[in-house]
T-cell receptor, first 114, second 113 residues
């Protein structure tokens, strides 16, 4: 079974620029999550999708972050404009549903803001 | 505030010894817990999970213990190997926060050959 795929693996941009990350979840997984992991900390949920609908985006900074999962499979997360404090690893995870099931993570995109 | 936290930020063990990584949680509404292993440059990897109606669950070389009375979770790794060196996170599913998975800060396990 193929795991969660993310791209790019690394991205370096200047502050105030925009950036986008892509995620392809495990086939058949209805629930998709985006997390932000700052160095030395555990992942923090940004947004959760169930198929193509948003379940929880309470911790997404909506003035600069946006995410979509239009066809209920792949997802993109965008930051516009980026701030220095956005430097982090952005992880995508998926699970078959939203119940008591483990989430499976991709290897993330490491974002550096100059 | 409520949090999932780890007692020790770092743990160093000798190869072949058993490792115990601890985690405290404060949300009594949580009923599902997961341990993840994260190696440098990689995403968290699922190790084992446990539901609150259980107090122990075993996997291959790993055991998770749950003490709901004192809100404590532990991960035991038997015969620790160099490949076990990583950061270990516990995570809890908080149903009073929409089923959000909350991660602790992590414990770095270092295995000495």
């Amino acid at each position: 079974e193929a795991g969660v795929a993310q791209s790019p693996r690394y991205k370096i941009i200047e502050k105030r620029q925009s950036v986008a990350f892509w995620c392809n979840p495990i086939s058949g997984h209805a629930t998709l999550y985006w997390y932000q992991q700052i160095l030395g900390q555990g992942p923090k949920l940004l947004i959760q999708f169930q198929n193509n609908g948003v379940v929880d985006d309470s911790q997404l900074p909506k003035d600069r972050f946006s995410a979509e999962r239009l066809k209920g499979v792949d997802s993109t997360l965008k930051i516009q404009p980026a701030k220095l404090e956005d430097s982090a690893v952005y992880l995508c995870a998926s699970s078959p549903g939203s119940g008591n099931q483990p989430q499976h993570f991709g290897d993330g995109t490491r974002l550096s803001i100059l | 505030g409520e949090s999932v936290g780890l007692h020790l930020p770092t743990l160093s063990v000798q190869e072949g010894d058993n490792s115990i990584i601890n985690c405290a949680y404060s949300n009594s509404a949580s009923d599902y817990f997961i341990w993840y292993k994260q190696e440098s440059g990689k995403g968290p990897q699922f190790i084992i999970d446990i539901r609150s109606n259980m107090d122990k669950r075993q996997g291959q070389r790993v055991t998770v213990l749950l003490n709901k009375t004192v809100k404590h979770l532990s991960l035991q790794i038997a015969a620790t190997q160099p490949g076990d060196s990583a950061v270990y996170f516990c995570a809890e599913k908080r149903y009073n926060q929409g089923g959000k998975l909350i991660f602790g800060q992590g414990t770095e396990l270092s295995v000495k050959p």
